[in-house]
């Protein structure tokens, strides 16, 4: 009788890999990858809004109730016109990127807007409701390796 190692080994000589084949992702179920996966770009590519509010800078909003000037708007879609200064804010909506220089998002409900101002009624703290750039993934990053069978997940 022969061990099962060496079971394997005799049939596994008398097997060779397929070679590689680009298919359809929708084609690709049960598969096993060739070839490690890697991110094309940065996902996302700037830092983003995690929530409908406002943009600020949170040295400007360190104690409450405190009211900027709302100097822009930014729907998801569109970029910042400019940086925002010290003593603003930018009515900002949920994926849309933050200006340069604003580090913080406060929700609307922290929030009471009226006359261009929006008076925030909770401190920010640096990097709330925000999602930095590359949190999903990053360019050149790995993120299946080679020999990963490929689940509907």
């Given at each position: 009788m022969i061990s099962?190692?060496e079971a394997q080994?005799?049939?596994?000589?008398?097997?060779?890999?397929?070679?590689?084949?680009?298919?359809?992702?929708?084609?690709?179920?049960?598969?096993?990858?060739?070839?490690?996966?890697?991110?094309?770009?940065?996902?996302?590519?700037?830092?983003?809004?995690?929530?409908?509010?406002?943009?600020?800078?949170?040295?400007?909003?360190?104690?409450?109730?405190?009211?900027?000037?709302?100097?822009?708007?930014?729907?998801?879609?569109?970029?910042?016109?400019?940086?925002?200064?010290?003593?603003?804010?930018?009515?900002?909506?949920?994926?849309?990127?933050?200006?340069?220089?604003?580090?913080?998002?406060?929700?609307?409900?922290?929030?009471?807007?009226?006359?261009?101002?929006?008076?925030?009624?909770?401190a920010a703290k640096?990097?709330?409701?925000?999602?930095?750039?590359?949190?999903?993934?990053?360019?050149?990053?790995?993120?299946?390796?080679?020999?990963?069978?490929?689940?509907?997940?």
């Amino acid at each position: 009788m022969i061990s099962v190692e060496e079971a394997q080994a005799r049939i596994l000589k008398e097997f060779s890999a397929t070679p590689a084949e680009i298919v359809t992702l929708s084609d690709s179920l049960g598969r096993v990858l060739a070839d490690d996966l890697e991110s094309r770009r940065t996902q996302p590519p700037m830092d983003v809004s995690a929530m409908d509010g406002y943009a600020v800078r949170a040295s400007d909003v360190l104690h409450v109730p405190t009211s900027l000037k709302v100097t822009m708007e930014i729907p998801a879609g569109s970029l910042p016109p400019r940086a925002l200064a010290a003593g603003e804010a930018a009515r900002i909506f949920t994926g849309a990127p933050l200006p340069p220089d604003a580090d913080s998002v406060v929700i609307q409900e922290d929030t009471e807007a009226a006359d261009g101002e929006v008076t925030i009624l909770e401190a920010a703290k640096r990097g709330a409701y925000v999602r930095r750039a590359g949190l999903d993934f990053r360019e050149g990053e790995i993120k299946l390796r080679a020999g990963t069978r490929l689940g509907a997940r």
